[in-house]
């Protein structure tokens, strides 16, 4: 039986340990939610502050120049090129993740140039909605010539001559399941057509090798492991053998060739810059920029080697002290199928994540049943893990998750 003493020991020899102090957490908190929204990194509040009062207030608009304003997208995306093993000229911060799905998908669809009989949009049923949304309303604006064909289990069987694209997400958002984005970008290849990638769940959680692995396009957001903040811009990456032919379906001006010239009519940018659309959100990547700092010096390798440690610590817990209660793992058990975080089926998951989060144990639920935690190795102890399952078990025996309170739905879950 594992101890909180041997849990202190694991703790007292981790070599991420120190990256805690990167972050503000309060003291009475098991953050178990990180792959919903990171935490708060220790020095956004005094960056965001500067911004505001100096860079901003002071400055006005001669910050776009004198600040670096103007070239944070590409400041940004160069810092999670390296997380995500592509090039530096590979990756720009840009929009919302539903908004780069929409671009990556309309030009990965007009490059496939309406093949003959290519008419498929492959995807899981499973995909995270807005993945699937946005797939409907682009077949939608396109006079709906396209399927949207989703499947279920296995989906590197489903590539064949009618693919036109497939968007496929890299670590799913209930389960947790890790595909292996190598052997499905040669799925891909083989069937003569190409992946657009949803990294959202695995970008700075898991290594992503996304030049080594062959993906062609990619999307993922700022504000689950990059700690970017609630709402912060996304990312999209372009390898760099497609950018100067990609069609750029949202011509905005910051994806001009020369957004100052202001030219009567669209030329877009060679590089990566043509993904841009509207005006950067300056404040809101300043706070990300300072999110992306929590992983200097961190080895992407021992980040993951944590990771795994922490979620078999918490499953080994779980059904040592958890067992009789009725909770059940629906997450992959082999580390090489497993992104960053652990999902547990129960028939009053709702009430009973309501009642952990009161007692600060922050998790979500996922319909229809599913607790979710997740497992953010820079700010979370081994300790953390002992103590959250010590408490789900005390929910469970004393049954305090069936008060009524607990059964009221909140708009965000």
Not at 112 to 139: H, K, W
Not at 221 to 228: A, E, V
Not at 270 to 288: N, Y
Request: hydrophobic content about 45%; overall charge negative; some cysteine.
């Amino acid at each position: 039986m594992i101890t909180r003493g041997d849990c202190e020991t694991m703790d007292r020899t981790d070599a991420l340990a120190a990256a805690r102090d990167r972050f503000l957490l309060p003291a009475d908190v098991i953050y178990l939610d990180g792959n919903s929204l990171g935490a708060l990194p220790a020095r956004t509040a005094a960056r965001l502050a500067d911004a505001v009062t100096q860079q901003w207030g002071q400055g006005l608009i001669r910050s776009w120049n004198a600040a670096g304003w103007v070239n944070l997208p590409e400041q940004l995306g160069r810092k999670i090129a390296g997380l995500l093993g592509a090039a530096d000229n590979e990756v720009i911060v840009a929009d919302s993740t539903s908004i780069n799905i929409f671009k990556l998908l309309a030009g990965a669809l007009t490059m496939a140039g309406g093949e003959r009989g290519r008419r498929v949009i492959l995807s899981e049923r499973g995909n995270f909605p807005t993945d699937l949304y946005m797939s409907q309303g682009l077949n939608s604006l396109l006079g709906d010539i396209y399927e949207l064909r989703l499947v279920d289990g296995n989906i590197e069987n489903a590539f064949d001559a009618t693919t036109a694209v497939a968007l496929i997400t890299q670590v799913d958002y209930c389960s947790g399941r890790l595909h292996d984005m190598k052997r499905l970008n040669a799925k891909a290849r083989e069937a003569g057509t190409r992946i657009v990638w949803d990294l959202s769940h695995s970008a700075g959680a898991v290594p992503v090798a996304l030049n080594d692995d062959g993906a062609e396009l990619a999307v993922g957001c700022g504000y689950k492991y990059l700690n970017g903040g609630p709402g912060a811009p996304a990312f999209a990456y372009l390898a760099a053998s497609l950018q100067r032919d990609f069609p750029t379906p949202l011509s905005g001006w910051f994806g001009h060739a020369a957004p100052f010239a202001f030219d009567t009519n669209y030329r877009p940018a060679p590089g990566i810059e043509r993904l841009q659309c509207g005006t950067p959100s300056v404040l809101a990547m300043l706070a990300l920029a300072v999110g992306l700092e929590t992983f200097d010096g961190i080895s992407m390798q021992d980040l993951r080697q944590k990771s795994l440690r922490l979620s078999d610590l918490f499953w080994t817990l779980m059904d040592a002290h958890c067992g009789p209660f009725g909770f059940s793992c629906v997450s992959p058990r082999e580390h090489a199928d497993r992104g960053s975080q652990l999902s547990f089926a129960h028939e009053h998951a709702y009430p009973v994540m309501q009642a952990l989060i009161d007692r600060g144990v922050i998790g979500d639920f996922r319909q229809p049943n599913l607790l979710r935690f997740g497992f953010t190795p820079l700010y979370l102890r081994f300790a953390d893990m002992y103590d959250a399952v010590m408490i789900i078990r005390a929910v469970m025996a004393t049954e305090a998750w069936a008060e009524p309170r607990y059964a009221q739905r909140n708009r965000v879950t």
